[in-house]
């Protein structure tokens, strides 16, 4: 069964960097393209960044271009998002998804806070 979990989320000041993790069981996650989504309260979830199986398309939110960055390593079978320049904005839930046999599967996820 398709399983997800996300690690790495904390509390950050603003300027700060952190990376997330996404370990993924399962499915065969070389073939497979994943995303970063996150929901903050009160919004809808927003997609955040995507990455093609073989990682060599990636595509961004607009609200984080140039400052995040999306990379998977096939041989772990693990997702990441390494996010730097964070803003009080970026706070929110962050979850890893897969379209598995047109099923959408997500983590629980990991918090994400950035406040000085």
């Known amino acids: 069964q398709v399983q997800l979990v996300e690690s790495g989320g904390d509390l950050v000041q603003p300027g700060g960097s952190l990376r997330l993790s996404c370990a993924a069981s399962g499915f065969r996650f070389k073939i497979y393209p994943m995303g970063w989504y996150r929901q903050a309260p009160g919004t809808e979830r927003e997609l955040v960044a995507r990455i093609s199986g073989d990682g060599g398309i990636t595509d961004y939110a607009d609200s984080v271009k140039g400052r995040f960055t999306i990379s998977r390593d096939n041989d772990k079978s693990t997702l990441y998002l390494q996010m730097n320049s964070l803003k009080p904005e970026d706070t929110a839930i962050y979850y890893c998804?897969?379209?598995?046999?047109?099923?959408?599967?997500r983590g629980q996820g990991t918090q994400v806070t950035v406040s000085s």
């Open positions: 998804n897969v379209r598995y046999h047109q099923i959408d599967y």
